[in-house]
Structures are given as structure tokens and as C-alpha cells.
């Protein structure tokens, strides 16, 4: 399970629950539990600000960024296209095989969707 920080756990939420397989699990001011539909995956949001959170790690997060495999990264495209979600490149091809699009989560976090090229060989 991954937990990221944000300011605004309503858009956050309803970032990954439209664009991923993600069910909402448990709903609250500050902390946000999702579960994929097949229970293999959970991501929590949590209030940047909560007391469980240090406040050394209160801060936009830099240096990392979050990888989700889709069947189809174009389709998640159309979808963050239609939803107006921030993105940071469209969706191409990789010399390594992926098909890959980048967004930028509401919280700043860098998303990563890929999905493997039909075929691909190294």
C-alpha cells in the first residue's frame, strides 16, 4: 500500500477513482483508503497536514513518482482529457517496450501510466 499527502482528499480521491480500477474503502476528513475492484492494489490519501504525518514530510513530494501498468494507457489518456486532470505528456512509445503517459496528480505527484506494447521485443 502507498499513502500520499494532500491538501484536498475529495479531488484526489476522485483523480484515482476515475482513472484507475479503484474502489472507495473508507471515506474521512483526513484520511481516504482505496482498494482496486480485483483487491490486489490499495492506495490511501491521507491530509497532508494530520498529525500522524512528521511535518518534515508535510511538503509537495519531489524525487519520486507513482507507476500504475493499464491494459491501455491511451484510454486512460481520453479519460484524463476528458476530466481536464493535469497532463505532462501523452501518451508514446518507450525504446523499452511501454506505451507511456505522465500526469500530475492534484498533489503534485508525478503518475506514471504505461502499458506494455503488444509484441515488443528488446
Known sequence: MTNICS???????????KLFDFGVEYDSDWFVHLI???KKLELGIIDRTNEIVPKDFQNNPQGFYVTFVVDNA??????AEAEKFEIISEP???FYGQRRLLLKDPNGTL???SSPIEGFEF
Open 74 to 79: 491511451d484510454e486512460i489518456f481520453q479519460i
Open 92 to 94: 508514446t512509445d518507450t
Open 7 to 17: 491538501e484536498n482528499l475529495v479531488e484526489s480521491r476522485n483523480f484515482y477513482t
Open 111 to 113: 503518475v506514471d501510466v
Open 36 to 38: 482496486s475492484k480485483d
